[in-house]
T-cell receptor
Framework: AAGVIQSPRHLIKEKRETATLKCYPI?????VYWYQQGPGQDPQFLIS???????DKGSIPDRFSAQQFSDYHSELNMSSLELGDSALYFC???????????????FGPGTRLTVL | AQKVTQAQTEISVVEKEDVTLDCVYE???????LFWYKQPPSGELVFLIR??????QNEISGRYSWNFQKSTSSFNFTITASQVVDSAVYFC????????????FGKGTTLSVSS
């Protein structure tokens, strides 16, 4: 079965650089979520989108922005990177259709971002 | 506010022992969902179970079982006859009954199973 695809899987950046993470949800899933997991931490919700509109917002820094495109893929843009942004970034997707599992989020493999 | 507490930070057992991971949650919602995820050393989050607040039936899946008790706001996870491959971080999570909303994770319990 198709899963959530995230790219790149690993990314190394310098401080103050920018980074773009991409997420391709499971086919027919129209809701996308982003989570950040620091070393030894639990995943923290950043933001979610449904039908290209922001659905919920968590602790996403102002330096970060995200959007969902017409093909439902999503991109997380991170600017002025800081050492503390080094983390595993997960994307998840879920369907929002009648009869489907409610809010069951399927996670991608994650993008490991290292800021030097 | 929603909150998930996993009081056990680390647990170490020997193979074939049974182990229970505790999860206590707080929410004001009457309808909500509870989850368990496994995160092995490779880093991916593996979905284990989802339970809605109206379904208090315990569930068993192979060596895994879950005990949901609304009266104590707990959703505990038991691994029977643990194996080395069970070594991982286990997260309990909570969400509202609305698609598009966040999963609130507990801090996780690191389970180490030695041979």
């Amino acid at each position: 079965a198709a899963g959530v695809i995230q790219s790149p899987r690993h990314l190394i950046k310098e401080k103050r650089e920018t980074a773009t993470l991409k997420c391709y949800p499971i086919p027919r899933h129209d809701t996308v979520y982003w989570y950040q997991q620091g070393p030894g931490q639990d995943p923290q919700f950043l933001i979610s989108f449904y039908e290209k509109m922001q659905s919920d917002k968590g602790s996403i820094p102002d330096r970060f922005s995200a959007q969902q495109f017409s093909d439902y893929h999503s991109e997380l843009n991170m600017s002025s990177l800081e050492l503390g942004d080094s983390a595993l970034y997960f994307c998840a997707s879920s369907p929002r259709l009648a009869g489907e599992a409610d809010n069951e989020q399927f996670f991608g493999p994650g993008t490991r971002l290292t800021v030097l | 506010a929603q909150k998930v507490t996993q009081a056990q930070t680390e647990i170490s057992v020997v193979e074939k022992e049974d182990v229970t991971l505790d999860c206590v949650y707080e929410t004001r919602d009457t309808t909500y969902y509870l989850f368990w995820y496994k995160q092995p050393p490779s880093g991916e989050l593996v979905f284990l179970i989802r339970r809605n607040s109206f379904d208090e039936q315990n569930e068993i899946s192979g060596r895994y079982s879950w005990n949901f008790q609304k009266s104590t706001s707990s959703f505990n996870f038991t691994i029977t006859a643990s194996q080395v491959v069970d070594s991982a971080v286990y997260f309990c999570a909570l969400s509202e009954d609305q698609a598009g909303t966040a999963l609130i994770f507990g801090k996780g319990t690191t389970l180490s199973v030695s041979s």
